[in-house]
């Protein structure tokens, strides 16, 4: 018994002949001359090796999708502390300077709005949050308040 080796485009097409004949498989090997068995075998291999192309093509692109919000969530979770640091250094600054008790106690709230006014879940509503505490911070330094802490 001799075995024929077929080359990859002589397979390649007699799957597509496959597909052409609705998937008649008995059809198909006797208009190309080879075994029913050969066929599906070779229909077998090409549809995991496809399924396996697929999988990894979708996990490639899950985990490229997974390190740009992790690149993303970092940037912004950097820019927060950034915003927050120089909101408490604002602050800290104030407090020796002043004289008014008021004022000074404006400013401890302010801080203690800076320490608990986190939402974990929005870093980046919290840029903005300490960017309008370092405003009123400002305006708390030049005397003028702009609105309630």
Known sequence: MTFRKY???FILDALRKLKENNGNAYATSKELGIHYNTLAKWEKKHSEENLEKV???KKRRVLKSTEEL???DVAVLSETIKAKNL???RAIELIPKEEDLNKISN???TLHLIQSGEDIDKPQNNITFYQ???QQLISM???KPKGKL
């Open 7 to 9: 080359d990859e485009a």
């Open 55 to 57: 999988y990894n093509d």
């Open 70 to 72: 992790v690149d993303y």
């Open 87 to 89: 909101a408490v250094k």
């Open 107 to 109: 400013i401890l709230k």
């Open 132 to 134: 309008k505490i370092e």
């Open 141 to 143: 330094q030049n005397g």
